[in-house]
């Protein structure tokens, strides 16, 4: 990529429950390794030694993998059939059940938890998408700093990931794809790629449906490890004088939902969540997805979570009156299921900013 850059972007039950089997022998993940972050001028060292040792540890059926790190040729060249892809923003497994055609089934992506070391996330440029109509949100990135980017690594075809480029903007020169290390429960290492950025500027904060995207792949990592519990995202952009500073306050993506979580949702928001319980076979196309949704409800008198509660038995008959497509069964179904969230649970967070709208935060 450009010389000396170093940055990155991207702008399930039942499966959870199997990859949560297929994980039950990992540890889960402990302290970083290095108590403080390396300077951005020593990460070429870093990245160095730790070609050196993946080189003598690598199983024999990715030996051609090996020889390319250790040629500094990059993967794309080589992984024809197979990639391993980091994601560390809105590409969760949900997500890119809806973005690949076919769709796959979950378990054939194989995601596992993993995290870059030395690196921090931040949010850069603009996505006209992900934010409402004439209000872009910034997306995700990572540059060198003190700390770690937590994701989760998935196998896709080289028909996905073709796929997955044009999402990313790979064509339009606004991202391309770079091979990193990336560091495993229990303490292996693993080659994979990521989106890097051209430009990492901040530009416009991160909209709350794209947080909540971002908030949604970091749960689907906390179940394939196992753990219930809250995940905070820190709101970090790149000042122009290259340090990185918060632009806003971390924000939280609760452990479980409650049925005031949900009804605090924006309707954005919301159908993300949404989209996330409906079949893989009959996702929305993320994030254009939230903008045909959420005027499909408006244009029916659907402004929030709480109306769309009240009008649930009448949906499909309103939408009908206007010539409108309805909802097939699956995707009421998974409407259901998520205005059924929380029912009977108590709130389990306390005390920082939540994903919801400005201003709510989740009460202990």
Known sequence: GPSGQVCAAEGCNDEVGLL?????????????????????????????????????DMPKKHEHLTAAAASGKATADVMKTTHLIFSYGSNSVSQLCGRFSPPPDPADLAPQP??????????????????????????????????????????MTSDQVAQLDKFEGVHRGLHYRQEVLAELPGGGSIWCEVYMRVDNTFKYPPSPAYLFAVGLMLRERAA????????????????????????????????????????????????????AEKPVSDKWTMPTGIRAIVGKLRDIGIHTVPDLRRGRASLNDKLNERDDSTFNDGTLQALDAVLALGADEAPVMSGASSLGPPGYALAQ
């Open 224 to 275: 394939l490890l196992g753990e219930q519990t809250h995940v905070r995202i820190p709101c970090l952009q790149v000042d122009d004088d290259g340090t990185v500073s918060s632009f806003d306050d971390a924000q939280i993506y609760p452990a479980r939902w409650t049925a005031k979580d949900i009804d605090a949702l924006s309707l954005r928001q919301f159908v993300v969540l949404w989209n």
């Open 20 to 56: 949560q089997g297929r994980m039950a022998s990992v540890s889960l993940l402990g302290e970083p390794r290095h108590a403080h972050a390396a300077p951005a001028e020593d990460m070429h060292d870093i990245l160095r030694k730790k070609e050196e040792l993946l080189v003598q």
């Open 114 to 155: 993993a995290k870059l070391l030395h690196m921090q996330r931040i949010f850069a440029g603009k996505s006209s998408r992900w934010g409402p109509l004439g209000k872009p949100s910034g997306v995700a990135g990572i540059v060198p700093g003190d700390g770690e980017v937590l994701g989760i690594v998935t196998r």
